[in-house]
Each structure stands twice: as structure tokens, then as C-alpha cells.
């Protein structure tokens, strides 16, 4: 909605803090740029009936927009479709006098052909360079007086041309020394035209002295060879920036198939197997080739140099004996007549095994995977060869080599499993996993779970109706020998008593009470919710009606359940199904559905490949019907929003991505979303430090804006793709923060010795003390320094007074986190041999209690604590080893946990210095603009985000501290004096 957008731009630029008045005025301008005259009309009668005065009069009259924004407003106010090319031409000169680079862009990204001309010629040229090229004696000045660098000229220099940043210069500026950003190389050949691949392919071509189609005309090859010379350069540059020869080859073709075959095709995932350090196994290598897919099977046949490109990419790594077993099976799959019949073309299953089998790191799946994928020569071969009548030399030979080498690899358990399989194919059959497979593999589990292998049994006797009574009254000999195979897998699955208990009177009367079968999903620590939760979904009818019907036995079976959790679980019963909304409610309990199902839900209802043959017009209406179902069930089922709850169960990069798809947004709403998301990714100083001296995705933030203003002029139904690549830069830039972040904090800690972890009677937290109270005092110092005058002593004293009760809260969840974590690396490093049986979750518990109380101790965990909890864990006779194996896991944890803590410290900084009250109030307010609220509400949102906003600011130093008194104990430590002093 524009018009609550543009009020509330119009508020926010009249506060000292906050977003900034540059951006603020950035944002009314471009909003404003993308309106037809209709558009505007309509946003006008909006503003007049919500705010009591014209649009324009609020623009032109506020006092504090400059002339500079209020210029091109007069212009854009006519609409877009009324704007001249004289004005399109002023507009752009006019950024070039005020050495406005983003207004510049903002004009030439879809300026017409004339103003292009204009700066095609030596007068406009010479603006550009005059207005953005950078100067090395501006570094004296700090760059106040100009640019040090070129990259804004740059940048106004590919708009000028083609109104976006050119995939070159994006390249070039995802280089830097300090990093190679292949993230952000790959999104700019990603996010490529198709005009812009055509280029670049006959450029190829050209460049090779290749044939080119015949209606490509001169003028066209020029600006081939002109574009992909560019490109091609920037990528050499770019390819194995650290390192020479096979490294940059591999690189180098790695790229250019993504230009070639967008998405990337076999040489892509043939050039990953290519490591800095190591490269992939020849199992892996060939195995990518045999699951060549049927796109790439046409590319082998129909393109005359797709074999030369995967030649050059498999002679980066592989020797010439090994490039040539992998050649061999692509030759043979070229040769196929049909995709199915190359199928077929694969190495020996012989050969197969060898590249599997390893001394000490042989993976028995893939060996079964290699049984199931034996081609139909090998199976005949196989089978002639088994037979006891066999009179081929070559067959019996094949037999008996298959044989030796998986007795040889395997154990007498796993050999169940793959002799299983061969004796499908000596009948003939496909060698595929069954029931009996599945059962042998579960006992080749060194904990098989037997409530698993329960689930298998019921599946299968679901999918084959006389499997049971197959196994429970053979006819034949077949069926007798297969019956006592089946029970002996099924015992040697479970053990003799979880079989007889719920195995036997499952495959004796086909079922087994819900309430018996409930039994596996409860544990002595822990209840298996997740199986549970598959359990009840595959009730019978019978029981389902019980549970629902009869309170005792609904106890009985769901007992172990919260009420909460109880209530999805009679919901998906009576339904017979999990909804939606079920599924969405179970994530948050953690009863079985994961975050990226949830994600995947709503991802899948605005897809909108899932619409083909809806008219584009009503698609958006489809959408926005099925998420409003979707609410609608959830509030009636479990009395909450939705929204509310999702929000507050994700944070961080989920919470983005579910933010973009819970909500269906007409074309201008998608817009004005996605703008918001952009501003809030590329604002704070995180943003600039990245732009700066790390890599140019900041920039690719920026560019994809620009084409989504384009986009949404020139042709609204393909907004969509264009929001897509902006959420893939703004999850790229992201990235690259916290990867600066990491790199800062890394230096950081190699520079300042971490010490201090072993001091007489135990481990010290001291270090969590130091590092917690610096990163405070520094986190509230930086906010006084930036807000200058404005900083108020007495309100922060106030917040910091109302907010102390947080610090025992992170402090409880840090602890918990440390326990937890150095609980793990003992079991993990040998610690789980040393405890007695059934004691693992007591011991988890008891370090995570340690920690909790050293920190409320005053930061230290005393050797008496630890000898406390290993005397009652550890098996008799190891608890030394386990008691000095705990105190070095623990001292590891800390300095593991400590350098993290100070990460995430960096990477939140920005935001708490720059936004504070005014950012808040700026998101709440923003969102329920574009959500399209009333005043009242955006007013409402906008002090609910002032609170939030605050309250985060302020209580962010306190994550990281251990408590008040260790802090001000490390700061007198460290200082000599106290925090508050300071």
C-alpha cells in the first residue's frame, strides 16, 4: 500500500534517529518512480481520505526534504507513463551534478534509448567521470571531497548502458583481497538474462573460431565479442583466485556451465569432486556420471563440444587411467539409442565394489546400493552363473568373484543383507529392499530401535495383503523357508523379548494395540514424540475410534503427552490426516514436523508452478484463499494466531523466509515488502564494512532492487522470479557479514591469548566474564559515541535497570548451551565407553547442571562437582579417565562457546547501534504499512517495535555476559575500576 508507506517514510524522515533521512527520501523516490499516472491518482485519493491532505502537498510542503528529492518527485508525480525523455535525461544529469549514484540508477534503470545516447557521448561520458571516478589523493580527506576508488563509477557506467551492474563488474567486485566471494559469483551467473547467455555463447563461439548461426548480424557479433571477452576476463581473473593452473581451469568451466546451462549441468557437478585440499573419491566421481541425468544425456548427444568441456574439467584432477574408466562409461551412455538404455551403461559392478571397499571406512549402503544398481547383463550373468548346472566358465567365475569379494568386505550380519538381494536377482527378480532386507539391515544396527523395526512390519503388511499369513501359515517349502527367515530377522532385529512382546502378536493377528505399541516411544530421559506421532497417524480405524472415544485408553496411549501435543494428535485422528495447520503446530511442539516442512508448506502454496492452467489473475486470489484456510483452521483448532506463533518459534534466516511466504501481497504490496526486507539488510555499518573491504554482495542487493522497480513496470507478472533473486542477495549478503563478522572475531582471538582455562580446583569461566563485560561496555560506549548529544544517560539507566532480569535468563540458557555442548565431546571422544549402561542421559543432565551452578558460583566448576557426577556415571575403575577426559572437554567447550558468543556479538552490533527505539518503531510500523493497515495500526506497531527495539538494544550485552558481578569483577580485573564508574 503506497500511501501508508510513504506517510510513514515522511514521519521517519523528520527523526534524528533512525533509518536515516538519505534512505528514508530514497525510499519515497523510488516508490514514487515505479507509479503509473493511474497508480499515483489512486495513492493520492488514499493519502487524502487517510491523512487529510493531497500526496503531493505532503511531498512539496515537508521541510525536510531536500530539494534534491523533491525535484525528481515533482517529475515522478506525474507518473511513469507521462514522463518525457527530456525529463529521464535531466533526471540523470542532474544525479551526475550532485554525484548522486543512487539516484542515477534509480533513472537509468529503464531510461529510454535517447538519454543512453546521451551518455554514450563524450559530454556524458565526461559528466560520469567528473561526477563518480575515484582519486587516490581523496584519501586525504577521507573521501569527503570525492571518491578514492571507482566503483560507483563503475557501477553509473554499466546503468548508463544497460540499466544494471553488469555480470563483469559484479565478478570483479566479489574479488577482493581480502576474499574470493564464489557465493556471489555464482548468484550474478545465476541470475543472468537470457539475452545476456546468448551474448556470451556466440562470443564463445566467435572466440574459437566456431560457426554461429547465420542470422546473427555484424553488429551482433561485435557486442558478443565485446560482452563475453568482458566476462570471460573478469571469470580468469576470478577462477582459482589463490591458487594456479588445474584449480583455475576447474573453476573457470565450473562457471562458464553455469552460463551455458542455467542451473549448472554434469561439468558443474563433476568440477565440485575437485578439492583445495583433497579431491573426491573415484567412487564419487563415477558415480556422478552414471546418474548423469537425461538433460545432460541429450546435452552429450546434441552439443558438439558438451564431451570437450567434460573432458577438461575430469583432466584437472583425475590421472589419465582414471579420466579414461570415467570416459568409457559417458562414451557408452552417448551411444545409447534411447535414456533409458544408457542407463545401463555403467562401470562393472566388480570395479564398483573395489572403489567401496575400504579397510576402515567401507560404506556397507553403498555396497547394497551397488548390488541394486547391477545392470540386466550382470544380473543374467549372475544368475546363469549361480545356478548349480552352470556350465559357463565365465558366468560360474563372475559368481564366485562377486561372492568373495562381499564376504571378504562384509560382516555375517551385512552379508544377510546383500545376499538377500543376489538371491532376488537368482530369481530373477529386481534387486530391490523388501521387508526381509530391511529386517537383516536392522540388525546390523549396533542399537537397532525396535519400534522401527515394528513400522517396517506394519508398512509392509499394509502394501502386501498375504505377506502375513504367509509368514504365519506356509504352504510350500518356499514359503516355509521364507516364514523361518522372516522370524529369525524379525528376533535378530529386536532381541527375543521386544519380539515377543509386540512382534509376535502383530504378525500372529495382524495388529497390535495402541497402547502396547506406545510403549517404544516412551524412554527412560526422552519420549519419541516423532514416532509417536507416524504411530497414531497409522492407527487402525478401530483404534482410532477408541482413543477418540474411550478417556481411559486414550490416557493409556497418549498419557505421555503434554495437552497441547495431545490436542494435534486427536485433530490429525479425526481427520484422518495431518493438515496443514497440524503439521505447522507439531513443528512448534516437536512432535515430528520439521522447520523446512513447515517452510516447505508455505513455499509450496505460493509456488506458482503448482497453479498451471489458473489464469494469471486469479492465482494471487488462489493463494491468498488457501493461506487464509490455513489461519482460519489453525485459530479455530488451537486458539492462537498463527502468524504470532510462527514468529515467535523462528528467528534469524527462518523467520525471513517465512516472513516472505505467509503472506499473499498483490504485485505492488510484493514490492514494497521486498524493498523493506532490502533496506533492513543493507542498513548499519555491518552493510558499509562489507561493501568496503570484503566483496561487492552489497552492491548485488542494490542491483536486484533496481530490476525489481524495473520489473514491476515494465511487466508485473514476472515479479515473482525478480523477488526471488532479490531474497537469493539478500541471503548472500547476509552470509557475507557473517562471514566478515567470523573473520574479525577470528583475528581478534589470535591476537589476544585465550587463556585462563585450567587455575587450581578446577575449570574458570573467567574468560567468559572478561569477554562478556568488554563487549557490553563497548556495545553501550559505540551507541553514545554514534548518537552523540542525543544520548540520554538517565533513559538508558532506566532500560538498563529494567532489563537486568534478561541477564539471568541468557546467562541460564548459555549455560545450559556449554553443558550440554561439553557433554557431547566427552561421549563423543571415547566417553560413552566409560559409562555405565542406561547413564548417558543422567550425565548430559548432571554437566549441564555444573555449568548452571558454576556460573552462579561465581564462574567456577569445581573439581569436587565433576568427581561427584563421574562417581555416579562412570562404569567402576574409569573414573579418572572420565574425570580428565570431562575437565579437558569442558576447558575445550568454553574457549569453542566463548569465541562464538563474541561472533555473534560482532555480527548483532550494527543493528543494535544503528536502529535502537527509531528502527524498531520503523519495522513494526513498515510492516503493517505494507500489510496494508490503518493509521491507527501503523501507529500501534510502529510503539509495540519502539518496545521491542529498546528492549533488544539494550539487553543484547547482557547475552553475552556471564552475570553482573563477574562482569564488573572482570572490568575492575581488566581496568581497575568499575562499570559503573566507566
Keep these: 500500500m503506497p500511501a ?181 559469483i555464482e548468484l550474478a551467473l545465476n541470475h543472468m538474462s537470457e539475452q545476456e547467455r546468448e551474448r556470451y555463447r556466440i562470443g564463445r563461439q566467435l572466440a574459437r573460431g566456431e560457426q554461429v548461426p547465420a542470422t546473427v548480424t555484424d553488429q551482433q557479433k561485435d557486442e558478443a565479442r565485446r560482452y563475453y571477452t568482458e566476462t570471460h576476463s573478469a571469470l580468469q581473473t576470478a577462477a582459482g583466485k589463490w591458487w594456479s593452473g588445474d584449480s583455475q581451469r576447474n573453476e573457470l ?113 553403498n555396497i547394497y546400493g551397488t548390488i541394486e544398481c547391477m545392470t540386466d547383463a550382470e544380473q543374467a550373468l549372475y544368475r546363469r552363473g549361480s545356478a548349480s548346472d552352470c556350465t559357463d566358465p565365465a558366468a560360474r567365475q563372475f559368481a564366485r568373484d562377486l561372492d568373495e569379494k562381499l564376504r571378504g568386505a562384509l560382516n555375517a550380519a551385512e552379508l544377510r543383507v546383500a545376499s538377500g538381494l543376489l538371491s532376488k536377482v537368482k530369481r530373477g527378480e529386481k534387486p530391490e529392499m523388501e521387508i526381509l532386507d530391511k529386517l537383516n539391515l536392522h540388525g546390523t544396527y549396533t542399537l537397532p530401535d525396535s519400534a522401527d523395526v515394528i513400522r517396517d512390519i506394519q508398512a509392509a503388511f499394509r502394501s502386501d495383503a498375504r505377506l502375513r499369513e504367509r509368514v504365519n501359515n506356509p504352504q510350500t517349502n518356499e514359503d516355509r523357508a521364507y516364514s523361518r527367515q522372516f522370524l529369525t530377522a524379525a528376533r535378530n532385529a529386536m532381541g527375543q523379548s521386544d519380539f515377543d512382546r509386540y512382534a509376535k502378536p502383530l504378525i500372529e493377528t495382524g495388529h497390535i494395540p495402541m497402547d502396547v505399541q506406545m510403549e517404544l516411544n516412551r524412554g527412560y530421559f526422552r519420549n519419541d514424540r516423532q514416532g509417536a506421532c507416524q504411530d497414531i497417524q497409522n492407527a487402525s480405524d478401530a483404534d482410532r475410534q477408541r482413543i477418540l472415544n474411550d478417556a481411559a485408553y486414550q490416557e493409556r496411549v497418549l498419557g505421555f503427552m503434554s495437552p497441547a501435543e495431545r490436542q494435534v494428535a486427536l485433530n490429525s485422528m479425526r481427520q484422518g490426516e495431518m493438515k496443514p495447520e497440524d503439521k505447522i503446530r507439531s513443528c512448534m511442539l516437536g512432535m515430528g514436523t520439521s522447520r523446512d516442512e513447515v517452510k516447505q508448506i508455505f513455499a509450496g502454496i505460493k509456488n506458482r508452478e503448482n497453479y498451471r492452467g489458473v489464469p494469471e489473475n486469479e492465482i494471487e486470489s488462489r493463494i491468498r484463499a488457501r493461506l487464509d484456510e490455513i489461519r482460519r483452521d489453525y485459530a479455530r483448532k488451537y486458539g492462537t494466531d498463527l502468524t504470532v506463533d510462527l514468529m515467535d518459534e523462528f528467528s534469524g534466516r527462518d523467520r525471513a523466509e517465512l516472513g516472505r511466504n505467509i503472506h499473499e501481497r498483490d504485485a505492488r504490496s510484493e514490492y514494497l515488502y521486498a524493498r523493506q526486507q532490502a533496506e533492513r539488510n543493507r542498513h548499519g555499518f555491518g552493510s558499509a564494512f562489507v561493501d568496503a573491504v570484503w566483496d561487492g554482495s552489497g552492491h548485488q542487493v542494490d542491483n536486484e532492487v533496481h530490476q525489481l522497480s524495473r520489473m514491476i513496470v515494465e511487466d508485473p507478472n514476472k515479479m515473482h522470479e525478480y523477488v526471488g533473486n532479490l531474497y537469493n542477495a539478500i541471503d548472500a549478503h547476509s552470509d557475507s557479514k557473517a562471514a566478515l563478522a567470523d573473520a574479525v572475531i577470528n583475528r581478534a582471538m589470535e591476537a589476544v591469548a585465550v587463556g585462563g582455562m585450567f587455575v587450581t580446583g578446577g575449570v574458570s569461566l573467567t574468560l567468559l566474564a572478561y569477554t562478556g563485560a568488554a563487549a557490553a561496555v563497548f556495545k553501550v560506549g559505540a551507541k553514545a559515541a554514534i548518537m552523540g548529544s542525543d544520548y540520554d544517560p538517565s533513559k538508558v539507566g532506566l532500560l538498563f535497570d529494567a532489563t537486568t532480569g534478561f541477564a539471568e535468563g541468557f546467562t541460564s540458557l548459555w549455560g545450559a548451551g556449554v553443558g550440554r555442548a561439553s557433554a557431547t565431546r566427552v561421549l563423543d571422544n571415547g566417553g560413552r565407553a566409560m559409562l555405565r549402561q542406561g547413564s548417558e542421559r543422567a550425565f548430559r543432565d548432571g554437566a549441564e547442571a555444573l555449568v548452571r551452578q558454576g556460573l552462579r558460583q561465581g564462574g567456577r566448576v569445581s573439581d569436587e562437582a565433576m568427581r561427584a557426577l563421574v562417581r555416579r556415571v562412570a562404569i567402576p575403575g574409569q573414573e579418572e579417565a572420565m574425570f580428565n577426559l570431562m575437565r579437558r572437554s569442558l576447558a575445550e567447550t568454553i574457549q569453542e562457546q566463548s569465541r562464538l558468543m563474541l561472533t555473534n556479538m560482532v555480527k548483532e552490533m550494527p543493528g543494535n547501534i544503528l536502529k535502537g527505539m527509531a528502527k524498531g518503531a520503523a519495522t513494526g510500523a513498515a510492516e503493517s504499512a505494507v500489510n496494508g493497515g490503518t493509521r491507527d495500526e501503523i501507529i500501534d506497531h510502529g510503539r509495540e517495535g519502539m518496545v521491542d527495539g529498546a528492549t533488544g538494544a539494550v539487553t543484547e550485552p547482557f547475552k553475552v555476559a556471564p552475570t553482573r558481578v563477574a562482569g564488573g569483577t572482570a572490568w575492575r580485573r581488566m581496568y581497575g575500576r568499575s562499570v559503573a564508574a566507566a
Excluded at 549448472?264 to 556422478?288: E, F, K
Excluded at 584432477?317 to 545409447?336: G, H, P, Q, T, V
Aim: hydrophobic letters at 35%; proline letters at 2%; a neutral charge.
Design 253 to 365: 568451466a565450473k562457471w562458464e556451465d553455469l552460463i551455458l546451462c542455467p542451473g549448472g549441468s554434469l561439468v558443474g557437478r563433476l568440477a565440485v569432486h575437485r578439492g583445495d585440499i583433497y579431491n573426491s573419491s573415484m567412487n564419487d566421481v563415477i558415480s556422478s556420471v552414471e546418474e548423469m541425468s537425461e538433460a545432460d544425456w541429450k546435452r552429450l548427444r546434441d552439443e558438439p563440444d558438451y564431451r570437450g568441456r567434460i573432458v577438461a574439467i575430469l583432466d584437472t584432477y583425475l590421472s589419465l587411467e582414471e579420466r579414461n574408466r570415467a570416459m568409457e562409461i559417458i562414451d557408452r551412455k552417448r551411444a545409447a539409442n534411447t535414456f533409458a538404455e544408457s542407463l545401463q551403461s555403467r562401470r562393472p559392478i566388480l570395479e564398483a565394489l573395489d572403489d567401496n571397499i575400504r579397510r576402515f571406512r567401507t560404506k556397507t549402503s
Design 4 to 184: 501508508p508507506c510513504v506517510w510513514l517514510w515522511l514521519r521517519m524522515n523528520q527523526v534524528v534517529l533512525g533509518r536515516g533521512s538519505a534512505e528514508c527520501q530514497r525510499a519515497i523516490r523510488n516508490v514514487l518512480e515505479t507509479m503509473s499516472a493511474a497508480e499515483i491518482a489512486e495513492a493520492d485519493a488514499q493519502y487524502r481520505e487517510r491523512y487529510g491532505q493531497s500526496l503531493r502537498d505532503a511531498i512539496m510542503n515537508d521541510s525536510n526534504m531536500s530539494p534534491r528529492t523533491k525535484e525528481p518527485c515533482e517529475i515522478y508525480l506525474a507518473g511513469h507513463d507521462r514522463r518525457t525523455r527530456e525529463q529521464s535525461t535531466f533526471l540523470a544529469q542532474r544525479a551526475c551534478e550532485n554525484a548522486d549514484a543512487t539516484m542515477f540508477q534509480e533513472v537509468m534503470r529503464r531510461a529510454p534509448e535517447d538519454t543512453r545516447q546521451y551518455f554514450r557521448s563524450l559530454e556524458g561520458q565526461q559528466r560520469m567521470r567528473d561526477a563518480f571516478e575515484g582519486h587516490w589523493y581523496n584519501a586525504f580527506t577521507l573521501g569527503l571531497t570525492g571518491n578514492i576508488t571507482d566503483t560507483e563509477y563503475r557501477h553509473v557506467t554499466d546503468y548508463a548502458e544497460n540499466g544494471r551492474l553488469s555480470v563483469a563488474t559484479q565478478i570483479t567486485e566479489n574479488c577482493s583481497l581480502l576474499r574470493n566471494n564464489r557465493r556471489g
